[in-house]
């Protein structure tokens, strides 16, 4: 039931065109969601600033070409990531203004490059191969309107690199720290700081990794009271996440 | 080497008495890390707020009546978590002013009453069952200077109770979400509110709940994104987290 | 906003003593779910027979006696299930009518015993040790208005014994199965009837069965294709599907 | 024994050219199996409406053609699973009247489009990439004779698009619910209707979600008393069970 | 149909009271299962030898007593398997002729002490941790009529142990090892022998040995072709197996 | 030391060119394994009829030609397992007189047909699937010298298609059975028969056999008792094994 | 065959009344590991300072007390690793000398207190938790004849107090880490030093992790090229290979 | 702060132009960490003969080049591991002097050949299969200045084998040994040994291996005490421990 529909049954009441009874029973048995719905997307209006995303794995190019132009009629910004290099070639050629990422897949488009977020946000993370996830959080939280530093290559094996880091982690808002094999550098530079840190697993290692699997254990069991954890490789989820706390 | 020694380092420089390759040699080999753990001792006393916690699991009663009663010198808050009745009728009779928690286990000592939480931070359990992990989170939370609200017992499968309390949802500025068994909360949450949700997986259920592995991997796997995780059973991780977030 | 609330709008939209847009207001800020959450109460009450379930694992005697006190009120069937002989004592000493079933921890309270279910559900289980599973769906399916009919100690290590309680099975509208160990009974009863099969692994066993594991896994792997399969020991599920199945 | 040796046997005995203790004898030794083997066979014949149905996965298109040729001269409906493309050319050119899916890999052939099934089954999936799993319930549940229909992309974090579809929900007789990441959609739909529902994990995802293990743990801890779980990605026979159900 | 039924079916024809197609409609129908039980009994009372065996483990004192005093009636040889200290003094104390193993919990009644094996089953066990396994094999063993020896204390990190062996291992017909930890003692004696080894893996151990994961998963990666497995600390089915093979 | 190299000494100590303590601290010091390794090879060369074997997996076709023909210059016979298409090409071309099976990927030189079995071995799979696994222990088991029997297609969904063939499973002297997804047929076969079963998992299935886990699980926990297991889809392993039983 | 034997042969073949071929025959069928068990006896006296171990667990007091009064006359040192309290006193009032470790479970005897490391072991835990596993480290460290430092509770949240101990970290010779949760210290303290780590995972934790899995998983995975690993809480293994390496 | 900019502070001081104060604040607030820096590279530049390494895993050819011409300048050994053969070829082709070991993907740099290491290591692996990861562990141990010395295809199986290489295991100093499947063999030669012995699990196996998690866990739980254990495949590892060891 739209509003139209809701006040037109309202116009009928004061007319009497219909009884109470019988508009309490059009409301009863009205699929009380609808109402929810129209509810829920006004509000989704009002929440300025948040990217439309289409997560790309599994999705055909043609797929994905549809729904992106669909949404880029609504002059929001718009991210899709985990596109293959063929994919993101359609998707681009197709729609102009898009500019791809290879390491980590992902496809921007720019609508509105306001900043929303309070402070800075810090990417960091620990070896070479975590780098597309670690791009992957920046690209998300830079879409979501927000400062985001990167801070390539510590590891806890490192100890002086991290070191060297600290002034510029404690300037950080909301910290990202993305880290595989061991995943020990969360708990490190959650040590450091006393903001949020947001830990990513990543399945970067071989053998008793697990693809990820030791790096999320670890992330759990830190020793750092301020760190929580996303999914393996989930550098989207975290720097969706910082980009929610640096607005509060 | 302390704040002392330098100072007497720069005067023999100053005075001629020592010349500077040799107090630059002093320096280079100092250790380091003693001039590092002042600048990290006087960081922290600036943390204003954050409570002293001491984690009671393998402590005697006599080490935590230990612990604790120095911690209360510094008249700071402290909470100490997971005490099994036993220890905290040892650890209240001894030191005055403890609140004892029996559903979590956790003693709370109040020094400092400060609000220092900009929003409200609503912790919501899923069952009865999980009322222990969120009593954790909200004692957290509120020792280190929230509001806290909570909701119990809104489960995915009665989605009519999880709607009726939607308005305090999304009243919240971080939201901390316990749950066993499949851990599908949190995404229903998440699904609702804009702001950060922290999902606890607890580990309450039977069989192929494996002690939480369930809802843990429920909670890693949430689609909706704006979730983070932390341990099963973390009740303290959450609320502590949630406060951080609540202050920036 | 209760149907009382709602009445009384309308009638001052008819009466004019409210305009149509401050209606349409007040009904946009209506918390929704109050309505959605009367209409479900309302429905629930139309699914005639579904007893209240109370599950004690987790709960003291005390919580149970008040819950189920209230719930014996309404004059339904009341199952509480995995109760502790202990609980179970002060539980039936406390409130007249309950039958308790060591075995399986279930109690039970009749108010209404009319047969809703339109054939007979059988519950077989492979092993003695399997019997209070068993219990268990057979308890749940009687109180949900099933003629039930139990089969003990058939394995498929003992086909014989399977094969001469072949006529019985064939009788069956459903059936549920549980087994322990490899839970491999599941596969051989489904491929003896076309009536649809629940398979309770259950947490009998040791060493490599993993607490169920294997069970479960075998039943999710079974070749009959009409199985499917509950969580480890979870006879009460698997006997409130079957009684669903059995009353559509 | 066929069912002439028997008659002869018979026949000895009436005449007496066999005595009573050696016709016993005889029987006794009898493969009993051969006897059970007809009778079963004649039962199957009563089965009205179950399709053959071949797993294409591991044989090659020969394989399959021949046994679906074979098949085929039955007249009863035939339904092939999991055949990648190129085995599916090879199929439908060699054996008319097939019907291939790609998304699923299902071809069908259709013989007797009776509808048996008492009611509507509802199928709902909640992600784009689950479609192939519950195309393949869809498909399977069609070819045995029921109206299906289909719901998707409802997810448990938009929670509006699932209450939008109460109604269609509450009309089905048998819902399938196909779900990749946390598979929390089974409980959600679960705790909305009161049918049996049939929870298939899928094993869309990535990092925790483990090929499926993470939906399929959620889904066996449902805390919906009416969900029941069949393999990950088995949406073959989820379709089959509700099937069974819908004609029971 | 019982043999008694069947013989008066079979008179009935002889008379001319019953015509054939009654009796091959009876025949039928009959539940064919139950000749076939008779059959298998019938076969089972050929086995010689073969113990009946009662795995006491979930089972009450009392139920083992009648189990085991009816078993008793039909002089055969009795095993009860995996019997606390308490339940073990019942049994004794009530049926007569029992003898008590504290260590493996076994309880042996004989009956007949054929020598039945052919050869000498030898049983290896790796550490005295090991040794209630390796009792269960070799009582099991022996009363099903075996000629058993037993070495203790040998490891694969003690390999002159093992060599000093060699010799009595090179004798047996079937060869059983029981060992925790990483279980690689059959992969060594397998090596010696030309004969079958069935190894054994047991719970010893602590940390990584995940309850005997790691022995049981190293034995069934043995790089000797002898080995077979059966499930972890099942001493019993080792014994049982290798009686088999040993009367062969 | 060689038997040369200790007759020397031996003379040496009888000419008195060497004292006794010189000859027993020669001996003392003797690398003592070489007297060993002798009278080990002395041993094999005893153990007629066993085949010499190469797993052809990470070795390249040079490699295995090589290894292979040296082998086949002590003409006994040659078996080599698990070799892909292009390896068996290359092998079969320099080496003639090999057989390729392209199920199982073996490849079987022959040079001495001798039974040496003593009964028969039956060679069960459950599925058209599981029959390469099947193929290599069938291979294995002929070429140590068995008639093999097999049964294809009988699982446990099909029960009556296994009692057809149980007159020849009861004629088996030691039963291989092959099965993947829940792995049940062991069971019941072993329930059907009193010789030892050899259960061979194989990784047939998807979703939650986990590459055979389920089937794994399933056989080491079989509720009968004659059953023991070897790795997943270890055909080879099965074959082996069963011939030694069938030779004991 | 013992020396003795062997030189009774020599003289025989000296006095001429056994000949070379008589005498090689019976070496050939010696038992040769019999030679070798001596040799190796006869090396291991040679291993000075290697104590005597005896595991506790799984034994009883008296079977300890029996095996360790053995050991004792020997004159070297003997250690007794994870006895409980009540074993303890047993053995500690039977045998005199013995010094009980509570908190570890180590019982040690001393009857040689050479050093014999070349430098320095340190032993590091992470948490108070921690220590009883150190402790085991330290105490089979000192009684293998070590000089032993240890530095408690430094952790990688807490970098400064790592720093601050570096100086004596880097003049260890080995050093061994004992940490529980996400078990990252001896990563970071491997990052540090150039000497070998030796990294222990302790079961100390709570839910995911896994009663020591994700610290075990974590420092196998370490980035720290200089760490390896041994069983979870295998204090004992890590300080007998550290002692083993302090001494080559 | 560097050295110079320290010096220049120095100067200030004692010309006066800075007061001390003034010197301790900025003192207190340089990042401490750029001192520690510069200490550990003074350190590390004392590490003779420790050569530098690149992973090769994830990173592009252009980036290997890149990074290895770098370290060249610095005149020490280089060495990249996990290279494939096409990586392989771009390096070799611009860095001369590379020489390439394709089984494991090694390409190693020589700059200078000093013998560092006190003793022999050897390099065991249990089968053909294991060879590119003893390979790796074999480079890595000659490139940091070892004799290294490698014994092939002793397996736990073939003890014989092992027995005739004892001697040359007893002489080194310490010991690396590869296995994969059961991951047996670190036990047999750890107890052959007093030298410390570096357990390299292998992914070599199928089927229940699980790629090297059975091998894993079987050398965690080694019965002998002197085993250590390093990541699944990673000869690096226990090649550059070793080293480490070999030359305190």
Not at 58 to 69: D, F, M
Not at 208 to 225: H, R, T, V, W, Y
């Amino acid at each position: 039931m739209t509003e139209d529909q809701l006040r037109a049954l309202m116009e009928q009441v004061r007319e009497g065109s219909m009884d109470i009874d019988g508009a309490l029973s059009r409301l009863r048995h009205m699929p009380f969601e609808d109402l929810g719905f129209a509810k829920v997307d006004h509000h989704r209006s009002l929440r300025h600033g948040l990217p439309e995303v289409i997560f790309a794995m599994g999705k055909t190019p043609e797929q994905i070409v549809s729904i992106a132009g669909s949404l880029l009629q609504n002059s929001g910004n718009v991210l899709i990531t985990r596109a293959p290099k063929a994919t993101a070639d359609v998707v681009t050629s197709r729609l102009p203004g898009g500019e791809y990422f290879p390491a980590s897949g992902a496809i921007r488009f720019w609508a509105d490059r306001t900043i929303r977020g309070k402070g800075k946000i810090v990417v960091v993370c620990a070896g070479t191969s975590d780098m597309p996830v670690a791009e992957e959080a920046q690209i998300t939280a830079e879409i979501m309107g927000n400062e985001v530093e990167t801070i390539h290559d510590i590891g806890v094996a490192g100890i002086h690199r991290l070191m060297s880091n600290r002034v510029r982690l404690t300037e950080a808002r909301v910290i990202v720290v993305c880290a595989g094999m061991e995943g020990a550098l969360p708990s490190a530079v959650g040590g450091l700081v006393s903001c949020p840190v947001i830990a990513v697993p990543t399945s970067v290692g071989y053998g008793a990794s697990f693809n990820g699997l030791a790096a999320l254990l670890g992330m759990l069991n830190s020793c750092a009271s301020n760190v929580t954890v996303v999914n393996i490789d989930n550098g989207f989820g975290a720097g969706y996440v910082a980009s929610l706390i640096n607005r509060v």
